[in-house]
């Protein structure tokens, strides 16, 4: 909010004209809680200081930074093909819809390499479900 618009000042003025030094700071306390009541979200950077060698094997400058992104929660939600706004519930009917159609069991009668073939990939929706389950607390 612009500094004009706050309600902290707008409080405090308010408090400071109607009980004097007491009444502004609790004016300026309670503006400030409804300020933040009404706030609009914000979206916060993290960023992770690189060392020599990063997890990959990569030699980085020493002083850089960049942006931290969680890469296999990204992964994990293409994985089971949900965008990462979805709801619980739409997590687990993509999960079960993904395990219906990959479950080993199904493919049985295709021969060992489809067999194999759809082992590996239910591992993989089931480790995309429990990292996005991780992520939400679930």
């Not at 009668?109 to 995309?128: N, S, V």
């Amino acid at each position: 909010m612009s500094c004009l618009l706050s309600f902290k000042i707008i409080f405090a003025f308010i408090g400071w004209r109607l009980g004097g030094g007491r009444g502004l700071l609790f004016g300026f306390l309670l503006g400030w809680l409804i300020d933040s009541m009404y706030r609009r979200p914000t979206i916060h950077f993290t960023f992770r200081h690189g060392t020599d060698d990063d997890f990959n094997g990569y030699q980085r400058q020493e002083g850089t930074w960049e942006p931290y992104v969680d890469v296999t929660l990204q992964e994990a939600y293409r994985t089971l093909g949900i965008p990462s706004t979805a709801t619980d519930d739409q997590v687990r009917q993509a999960y079960r819809q993904m395990a219906l159609r990959y479950h080993p069991d199904r493919v049985e009668a295709q021969g060992e390499a489809a067999r194999q073939e759809a082992e590996k990939r239910f591992r993989e929706i089931t480790e995309a479900r429990d990292i996005i389950f991780r992520a939400r607390g679930i």
